[in-house]
């Protein structure tokens, strides 16, 4: 999972398992959180969404779930699949204003 | 639609050197952000405009300046280039803020920056 602060987490998962990445928060005031996907040599794209006061997040093959009891969040992918691969972040936003933090990520190495 | 467009993809300074690294969005967004991205990191926050003529510090806004003269453009200065600046820089867009999904944050390509 991710950690601010520290150098990249890795994980490598076989084609057509299920991958779940996970990202602790830092601020309890945080009241929406978005996944991002980062593809080598490219800005990240988003993902999916979701609010505080929400706990679960169905998209295609993604599903986000937040507890916020210790700021905690996940992002599962079913299904993985070589284009899967690539570094995922999850972005806090913290306050009334509109400024996103990122946590440092984790590369996803998807194994044909 | 072009979105975010970065300017320069690539470039060497010296120690010393100033540049300036261009932005343009095409999608009429209110709030444009400069992030840096350090090799196996995350991404750090710059700075931040929410409209033309405002302009704000993020987490790590030193050796940076910004601008914002109009509401497509924002572009990011490097005055005294330092090796610690060596990173990639992603300039990103949203809308006024709003809890739309996919149109926030639209990211550009990034510019790599070396400083030797």
């Known amino acids: 999972g991710e950690s601010v602060g520290l150098h990249l987490p890795t994980l490598s998962v076989q084609e057509g398992d299920n991958s779940i990445i996970n990202c602790a928060y830092s601020?309890?005031?945080?009241?929406?959180f978005i996944w991002y996907k980062q593809e080598s040599g490219k800005g990240p794209q988003f993902i999916i969404d979701?609010?505080?006061?929400?706990d679960k997040r169905q998209g295609q093959r993604v599903t986000v779930l937040l507890n916020k009891t210790v700021k905690h969040l996940s992002l599962q992918i079913a299904a993985t699949q070589p284009g899967d691969s690539a570094v995922y972040f999850c972005?806090?936003?913290?306050?009334?204003?509109?400024?996103?933090?990122f946590g440092t990520g984790t590369s996803l190495t998807v194994i044909p | 639609n072009a979105g975010v467009t970065q300017t320069p993809k690539f470039r060497i300074l010296k120690i010393g050197q100033s540049m300036t690294l261009q932005c343009a969005q095409d999608?009429?967004?209110?709030?444009m952000y400069w992030y840096r991205q350090d090799p196996g990191m995350g991404l750090k926050l710059i700075y931040y405009?929410?409209?033309?003529?405002?302009?704000d510090k993020g987490e790590v806004p030193n050796g940076y300046n910004v601008s914002r003269s109009t509401t497509e453009d924002f572009p990011l200065r490097l005055e005294l280039a330092a090796p610690s600046q060596t990173s990639v820089y992603f300039c990103?867009?949203?809308?006024?803020?709003?809890?739309?999904?996919?149109?926030?944050?639209?990211f550009g390509a990034g510019s790599r920056l070396t400083v030797l």
């Open positions: 990103a867009s949203s809308p006024s803020k709003t809890y739309s999904g996919a149109n926030v944050l639209t």
């Open positions: 601020n309890s005031a945080s009241d929406y």
């Open positions: 979701i609010r505080s006061n929400m």
């Open positions: 972005a806090e936003k913290r306050d009334t204003g509109n400024q996103f933090y």
């Open positions: 999608m009429n967004h209110n709030y």
């Open positions: 405009s929410v409209g033309a003529g405002i302009t």
